[in-house]
């Protein structure tokens, strides 16, 4: 028997495709409020995760409710080909003019691609979303006729894509991180800071670095989704290498007033020499603020 090769799917580039990650921190005034949680914002912090651990027996991890959203960060591919990276907003943006942000940008339906966002962002989202009374009518439809089966809520929809559950086929036991993944891939992963670092990071005061920590990790995610969509046959092999190319070449070219980019670029060509190498952190950063039309 001949076997025929499947036909191809359809590109997802004749609309938007975004990548989105949050960096977030306990809220201190709820702990405080629920509470009773004396002391200053990060002695609050630490008594939240301290508080956390005991329920838990071990992990610290506070539930949705609690943490405060500091950093969103994008990656946008417009159906033109044109390509950005953004964290969104300004370092000193409240969590609710993140969020308005973030909904703002919704308005235009892209495919959404995250990672855990299904288990952490999305809930974390809802419930911030809602503490803040801030509506998202297009993010959370799901009742109008284009979203009813096609919306940022069901699991298994397209316009939605959470990779750690998809690549794991949505089985907890069989999910890796993002760092692991990407690695294997040939892509930098984290390096410079991580998750577990960001509440230091806040505290002191240096938010700049949380916010281009949140941009890598999109760009690590924008790297694997591409690799998952030529699995896929979503994408064809020139295709993928095309979007490579102009990726590097917008790194390149951004790099230069964001050394952070620079440094993510110089990680993914040269992973010979280690993470620890690769100092995104390094360089005179220019400071800017995005709006919401990335």
Known sequence: MTWSPAPRIASPFHEPVAVFDLETVPDVDLG?????LTGDDRTVAEKMLIRRKGE???SDFLKPLFHKIVAIAMTWRHPD???KVRALGAAEDDEAALITKF????????LLVSWNGSGFDLPVLHHRAMLNRIPGPTFFDTTSQHAKFDNYWGRYQRRHTDLMDVLANFQARSGAKLDQVAVALGYPGKFGLDGSKVLEKWFGGQRADVRDYCETDVLNTWLVWLDWALAQGILGEDEHATELKSLQAYLEEEGLLRPHLQGFLHAWLHPEEGKSKSNPSTGKRRKVSFPANI
């Open 103 to 110: 909904l703002h940008a919704m308005e235009k339906r892209p």
């Open 56 to 58: 838990t027996g071990g």
């Open 81 to 83: 080909g044109s390509f």
């Open 32 to 36: 405080r409020r629920l509470w009773g």
